[in-house]
């Protein structure tokens, strides 16, 4: 005898969120249970509203970064070139070899330590062309251990 078996068509089984969400994404096999598709059609429309923002966010800040390149640059960037990160509303495209980064209103250079060539580093925020000019020649960003090190100072001890 499966001591467990009678209780299984009695006892209503406890769904996860997830798991709902799953079966109303059409993951899981939603035909074979009506009532838990009726239960989940208020987070049905909330999934789908919040798809259609992600969405719509994503093509405000793709077309807002592309604007913002373009002013200051001249390049058009297209939007297959621009790779967006939804969960931090950041948006990065390279242009001639220079990394833009896009986020909270903020354009910024991204470049690699000038002395290892690693790392990812934020220039200032990019509003004119002094700014873009700056970023391109004078800022020399580097890791604080890769810094050069000044030779110690004669004491005279
Ligand atoms: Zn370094």
Request: glycine content about 8%.
């Amino acid at each position: 005898m499966l001591p467990q078996t009678p209780h299984m068509k009695s006892v209503p089984v406890p769904t996860t969120g997830r798991l709902q969400a799953a079966r109303a994404n059409g993951w899981g096999d939603a035909s074979t249970n009506a009532r838990t598709n009726a239960r989940a059609t208020w987070q049905t429309t909330a999934i789908a509203a919040y798809a259609l923002e992600v969405r719509g966010g994503d093509t405000h800040l793709r077309s807002e970064f592309a604007m913002r390149v373009r002013d200051l640059t001249g390049c058009a960037l297209p939007d297959s070139a621009i790779a967006v990160n939804q969960e931090a509303r950041r948006a990065i495209a390279t242009c001639a070899g220079v990394v833009f980064q896009y986020q909270a209103g903020s354009l910024v250079l991204l470049r690699p330590c000038v002395h290892c060539g690693t790392g990812r580093f934020e220039s200032l925020p990019l509003v004119t062309q002094t700014d873009l000019g700056y970023a391109l020649s004078e800022w020399r960003p580097c890791h604080t251990e890769c810094e050069p090190v000044d030779p110690p100072e004669e004491t005279g001890w």
